[in-house]
């Protein structure tokens, strides 16, 4: 992530992964402090970029044969506005997968 402003706020990330136009059904969450909980939100410096990292696996059982990870910032229920690509719930599309076993 490029850093534009300093979070006022120590934010955890959210990942989503859904099926293509799903939201919840057969979700795979990835809730989690960036970086693996080494550097909060509220320490980030702008113009820097932090990279973060989180490995997920996708269960034999997961119902679409594409997963769509969606991730965003949250602190409770507020989410950090999202600017640019946004699907309106201030969540931004990273990565379209295709899944090999379906």
Do not use: C
Not at 23 to 45: A, L
Not at 52 to 73: C, R
Request: proline content about 10%.
């Amino acid at each position: 992530f490029k850093v534009l402003q300093k979070p006022d706020k120590d934010y955890s990330m959210f990942i989503h992964g859904d099926g293509p136009g799903q939201r919840g059904s057969g979700r795979i969450n990835g809730d989690h402090v960036p970086v693996r909980g080494q550097y909060p939100t509220s320490e980030w410096i702008p113009g820097e970029y932090v990279i973060d990292d989180l490995p997920v696996t996708i269960p034999k059982n997961f119902p679409h044969q594409t997963m769509e990870a969606w991730m965003g910032f949250l602190l409770g229920d507020d989410r950090l506005p999202i600017k640019g690509s946004s699907d309106g719930h201030d969540r931004t599309l990273s990565i379209r997968l295709s899944i090999p076993f379906k």
